[in-house]
């Protein structure tokens, strides 16, 4: 299967919304997402367009999807903090990274490469706007996940939390040169 990665386009509100749906009725949904399809599917058309809007352009967010023969079978979006800032968990930011979160794939289509590709492209996004590192946040128990992230170049950082949907691990990639240079 050939299929490729890139960044949402402002005008693809309505399958970024149909995305996200599919995403959070997931049978992993409930470890792996912070929202239920219920709160997701109340948001109105306005704030699928601004979402769209803000992960199309600009350097604080960016959304990637996989897509193949025309389908989206695949997203992770990035959400951006600058050296000097707070994160989510009120921890000083010392060094600009990007937080992975929102990443799913069509579960017909896991195993093929593409949560990697999703990240390479993730990576070199961060790259080119300065960061040090993806991090993001993963269900201790959803060892599927885990495992994907592992291969993907991520780590465990040693950092733990507790969610809304129970204890999380932080895991992080190093941006590297390789994702520099393709930047």
């Known amino acids: 299967m050939t299929f490729a990665v890139r960044r949402v386009r402002a005008n693809e509100w309505e399958r970024v919304r149909d995305l996200r749906l599919d995403a959070v009725r997931d049978p992993a949904a409930a470890i792996a997402f912070l929202h239920s399809f219920e709160e ?3 948001h109105d058309d306005e704030f699928w ?4 809007t803000g992960a199309a352009s600009g350097d604080a967010v960016s959304q990637f999807i996989a897509e ?3 389908e989206w079978i695949g997203t992770l979006s990035v ?3 600058l050296a000097g800032s707070i994160d989510h968990h009120g921890r000083p930011v010392t060094s600009a990274r990007g937080d992975v979160v929102g990443v799913f794939i069509r579960p017909e289509h896991r195993g093929r ?3 990697e590709t999703l990240f390479d492209a993730a ?3 961060a790259a080119s706007m300065g960061d040090a590192e993806l991090t993001l946040e993963v269900h201790a128990d959803n060892a ?3 495992a994907a992230y592992r291969r993907s170049g991520f780590s465990d950082t040693g950092a733990r939390f507790i969610a809304s949907i ?3 691990i932080e895991m992080a990639r190093p941006i590297t040169d390789g994702d520099r240079v393709q930047a």
Do not use: K, M, N
């Open 113 to 115: 490469g593409i949560i």
């Open 40 to 42: 997701e599917s109340a």
């Open 166 to 168: 129970g204890p999380e």
């Open 68 to 70: 193949a023969d025309g």
């Open 79 to 81: 959400l951006r903090h």
């Open 144 to 146: 599927r996940a885990q």
């Open 49 to 52: 367009q601004q979402r769209a």
């Open 123 to 125: 990576a070199q996004w």
